[in-house]
């Protein structure tokens, strides 16, 4: 409540805004001093699961600087229970008549955002795949190409350029029935397209076993006093010439450190939660096997339990 004058007590009396009518009454007689107010405040108090369909906030989405308009176009929208012959209504055909540049750009963009929303990427991964796809999109060199696979190869580079690698299995999951291979050839076709019209090399980024290691060893449900096993592993792995993938090395070090705790995980769980084949860890396992000793923190295991696992 606030104080305004009031004419019929001929003082200043405390004031009641009533929201409803926009009206503006005396607490003490009841006068309308002012009546069809225009509320000023923010509007944008609404709840999901009690608004329903009626959803008070009057603005858009934020602008978007990749889009020819900023994003701020108007689209007329169709109204709840109305059936198809809105589309032959006068603001039907006005709305299909007025058809946005930016369309394809937006479909897109979507595709990226519920893509990243399944990997768990963060924002500015996928605002940086939203400006490769820009840029690819720009040179009108993609047509007749795999759309899908483009869009995820355009999420793996931004992975790999904001140094949260993700392998291209798991893209592959998330990308619409793209392959491994027709991503694998969209990315060489969109770094090449990159480094055409920037003139230098396009910078990817180096993937490390490290990388991967959290995320694996998640999947399996290790514990911490493991996990931390596993990553400090993984970095003493890089002082030796190992000439395997990164993450066939995480797979490999994961299966030897689990080898060594009383929650052992078999060699099919572990391939299951990386991705990586089991031959490959077998493989992988027998390189690393040599090194074991220095590669193993003490504290975690000692010689004698090293010299029980299993010979490669």
Known sequence: MADAYCSDCRKS??????????????????????????????????????????????????????????GLSTVISKPNGVTSDFLSSSLGRWQNRGSNPDRSLIMAFKTIATMSDRLGLV???????????????????????????????????????????????????????????????????????????????????????????????????????TVKAAQESVQKSEEFDIRRSPISIAAAVIYIVTQLSDDKKPLKDVALATGVAEGTIRNSYKDLYPHLVKIIPTWYAQEEDLKNLCSP
């Open 13 to 70: 009396t405390e004031v009641v805004f009533d929201h409803s009518a926009g009206d503006t009454v005396c607490s003490e007689c009841g006068l309308v001093l002012e009546s069809h107010s225009i509320d000023e405040t923010s509007e944008w108090r609404t709840f999901a699961n009690e608004s329903g369909d009626n959803d008070p906030v009057r603005v858009g989405g934020p602008t978007n600087v990749l889009l020819n308009d900023g």
């Open 123 to 225: 924002a500015t991964i996928k605002d940086r795949a939203n400006e490769i796809f820009k840029k690819v999109e720009d040179q009108k060199s993609s047509r007749g190409r795999n759309q899908d696979a483009i869009l995820a190869a355009c999420l793996y580079i931004a992975c790999r350029q904001e140094d949260k690698p993700r392998t291209v299995k798991e893209i592959c999951s998330v990308a619409n029935g793209a392959t491994k291979k027709e991503i694998g050839r969209a990315k060489e076709y969109i770094v090449k397209q990159l480094e055409l019209e920037m003139g230098q090399s396009v910078e990817m980024g180096t993937i490390h076993a490290g990388d991967f290691m959290r995320r694996f060893c998640s999947n399996l449900g290790m514990t911490n006093q």
